[in-house]
């Protein structure tokens, strides 16, 4: 029988979610915030992003997605420049459009492939290059890796709901059934509070 772990003792996010900083897909009043961190090298976040992606069809209206960095560099080489390469697609307005770029493409993320995506995604090329080479966006990558590390993370992915660490699997039924909870814990202080 699996260990369910004591909500008390769980790793809490130390970053708050900000709608200023945060890249979020889904609604932003959502009563639930899914947090990952995250690796666009590692083979388990990418499993994780065909999770998100199918969890994220169903109930996107009823949950608020949030992406941060943790990149793996002691074991993916090429994550950290993937990260830095997503933010200068947000910087362009396009985040999530790179986020599914990176993840689909797992096995190329070396610079030629990186400025590829950024190509067929319509980005202004020289301006993804300059701060790709000048590594513009690295303090905010590591923002996120230090936001983590406060946080408990220690691999990925990681999962944070509410706030709070997800300790469980994260297949679709698990974050499903864990989203779920937190609806019903949202309803019932609801009713306590009328």
């Given at each position: ?7 008390i003792?769980a ?10 900083r ?13 947090v ?8 388990q ?8 992606g ?7 209206d ?16 090429h ?21 599914g770029a ?16 950024a ?76």
């Amino acid at each position: 029988m699996p260990r369910t772990s004591n909500p008390i003792d769980a790793p809490t996010l130390t970053l708050p979610v900000s709608d200023l900083r945060d890249h979020i897909r889904g609604d932003s009043s959502a009563a639930v915030t899914l947090v990952e961190y995250g690796d666009f090298e590692c083979p388990q976040c990418g499993q994780a992003y065909l999770v998100l992606g199918e969890l994220m069809g169903q109930i996107e209206d009823q949950v608020r997605l949030v992406f941060r960095h943790f990149p793996l560099v002691q074991i993916h080489r090429h994550a950290e420049l993937a990260a830095e390469s997503a933010e200068a697609a947000a910087a362009q307005g396009q985040f999530w459009e790179m986020h599914g770029a990176l993840f689909e493409n797992q096995d190329a993320l070396d610079v030629s492939s990186l400025v590829a995506y950024a190509r067929a995604l319509g980005l202004n090329l020289p301006q993804f290059e300059l701060e790709l080479a000048e590594h513009l966006h690295a303090a905010r990558v590591r923002e996120d890796f230090m936001s983590g590390v406060r946080s408990g993370v220690n691999g990925t992915p990681t999962f944070f709901i509410n706030g709070k660490r997800h300790k469980g699997p994260w297949d679709l039924q698990s974050l499903t059934n864990a989203i779920e909870q937190q609806f019903q814990g949202e309803a019932t202080t609801h009713s306590r509070r009328l």
